[in-house]
């Protein structure tokens, strides 16, 4: 991508729109995509949750010492309260620092709220909200025509071929093939 291109390092953490994903799930994706250190060792011993944000701060400022990071979070309308509050508490830590973030959600759902106390910060570099419009029928089915993988999920979701576990690993996966090619 056009940031992995300017030597941005870029760690992409997706929301999982079913029940049953674990606290921090995007952060877990991102973190181990940025290779800011393994989610299990950055929360084992922490005695609070503050403790947790601490170290994941750490370990980001550190990563972004080699070369500025992009962390992205997709689908943020389906995240789990702990992953709202560490992106709360990430950006008040590390913006302006170099490392920067960007946000999804669908507008009919989730964390408005978020977003616009994110998009709004203080200082107009801090942070800026962009309102997009969705894609029609048309246009996804034409995005999934063109897009292989989106294609081979969808059919394994649809014939049922995938347990929710493995809809997971395969979703790890592919974020970390993604994050190679970026």
């Known amino acids: 991508g056009v940031a992995a291109g300017r030597g941005c390092a870029v760690g992409w953490g997706r929301c999982r729109e079913t029940a049953g994903a674990p606290p921090f799930w995007p952060w877990k994706l991102a973190l181990t995509v940025l290779g800011a250190g393994s989610w299990e ?3 084992s011993g922490a005695e609070s949750r503050f403790a947790v944000f601490e170290r994941v701060t750490e370990a980001l400022r550190r990563r972004a010492e080699g070369a500025p990071l992009l ?3 997709d689908d943020v309308h389906a ?3 702990a992953s709202l509050d560490l992106l709360r508490f ?3 830590q590390l913006l302006p ?3 920067g973030f960007v946000v999804t959600a669908r ?3 989730g964390p408005g709220e978020l977003l616009s106390e994110l998009g709004g910060r203080g200082r107009a570099r801090d942070g800026v909200r962009i309102d997009l419009g969705g894609l029609s029928r048309e246009e996804v089915e034409t995005w999934r025509k ?3 993988v989106a294609r081979v999920r969808q059919y394994l979701i649809e014939n049922r071929l995938l347990t929710e576990a493995e809809e997971d690993a395969l979703d790890e996966a592919v974020v970390k093939i993604l994050a190679e090619a970026v």
């Open 146 to 148: 063109r897009d292989p």
């Open 90 to 92: 990430l950006v008040a």
């Open 107 to 109: 507008d009919s759902a």
């Open 79 to 81: 995240a789990d309260e």
């Open 41 to 43: 060792r950055l929360v």
């Open 71 to 73: 962390v992205v979070l």
């Open 97 to 99: 620092a170099r490392a």
